[in-house]
């Protein structure tokens, strides 16, 4: 069974790579591991938020395997490969790939389809896969990370905020992921209540403001290890439960 994936999208500052990555914390602590950490920004920072250090991007990888010579008794293709899955850094309960810059003007379209393949191979060995998505959908729209089984939408509360991932929405459609469910998530909000937000439709969750994550910012140290019962720490878990309730209507992914 391929594993389940949760894609991360919203307006820039919204909050995605703090959600991506305390996501991905919170389906490592109801037992879901091993979780993928996809940073699929070029400006990549999930990285910073979760902890670890990489040095190695997907398209960093692509662009040498073009200048080095292939290994004597390797095809390009194998070499690629090989290539691609040294930038996977593994972490405990974790994985976390980088996709780099985009490819430069040359010729990339077999480097792009081992890509692609390799990452359809790498989904396999996994439970859940959870993208942080630079402000557009540039990766979706280009089908690199495959076709998500949930779309997040992260907004700020603002009016404004909320009519912004309204044409997200919009824009999913029109890239053929009007099938693919979606949850709205609405980050930083300062009200008293926790779960209403005026003009919202179809709300998942709501994260408070959470002087938590501004302190971790604050100080560069990992979002994602906020301390457990900060509020958008719980929020998240949340929302990974409704996740998890939504995969077992599905059928529980495994690792083949
Ligand atoms: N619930 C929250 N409470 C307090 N601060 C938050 C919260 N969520 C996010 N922030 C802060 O908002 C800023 C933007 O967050 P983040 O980097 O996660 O957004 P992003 O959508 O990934 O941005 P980009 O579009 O640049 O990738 C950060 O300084 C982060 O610490
Ligand atoms: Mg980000």
């Keep these: ?99 780099g810059l985009p490819e430069g003007t040359g010729c990339y379209c077999f480097a792009n389809d081992v890509l692609q393949r390799s990452i359809a191979m790498l989904r396999k060995e996994y439970r859940f896969i959870v993208i942080d998505n630079e402000a557009g959908m540039e990766h979706i729209s280009r089908g690199t ?32 992921l009007s099938s693919v469910p979606q949850v709205l998530v609405v980050n930083r909000w300062k009200g008293q209540s926790s779960d209403v937000v005026p003009g919202a439709p179809d709300i998942g969750i709501v994260i408070p403001e959470d002087p938590a994550v501004e302190a971790a910012d604050l100080a560069g140290s990992p979002v994602g290890s906020i301390p457990p019962g900060s509020p958008a720490r719980e929020a998240v878990r949340r929302l990974a439960q409704e996740i998890l309730r939504r995969v077992k209507e599905k059928g529980t992914p495994a690792v083949s």
């Design 1 to 99: 069974m391929s594993p389940f994936s949760v894609a991360v999208t919203g307006k820039g500052g919204t909050g995605k790579t703090t959600l991506a990555a305390l996501l991905v914390r919170a389906l490592i602590e109801a037992g879901e591991s091993p979780v993928l950490a996809v940073d699929a920004d070029p400006n990549a920072n999930l990285h910073e938020a979760l902890g670890v250090e990489v040095t190695k991007t997907l398209g960093s990888m692509r662009e040498e395997s073009f200048k080095e010579s292939i290994p004597p008794g390797m095809t390009r293709t194998e070499f690629m490969e090989l290539r691609f899955r040294q930038a996977i850094v593994e972490e405990r309960g974790f994985d976390l790939v980088a996709m």
């Design 145 to 176: 990370i495959g076709i998500p089984d949930l779309l997040v939408i992260v907004s700020d509360p603002g009016a404004r905020g909320i009519r912004t991932a309204a044409r997200i929405r919009d824009l999913a459609k029109s890239l053929g």
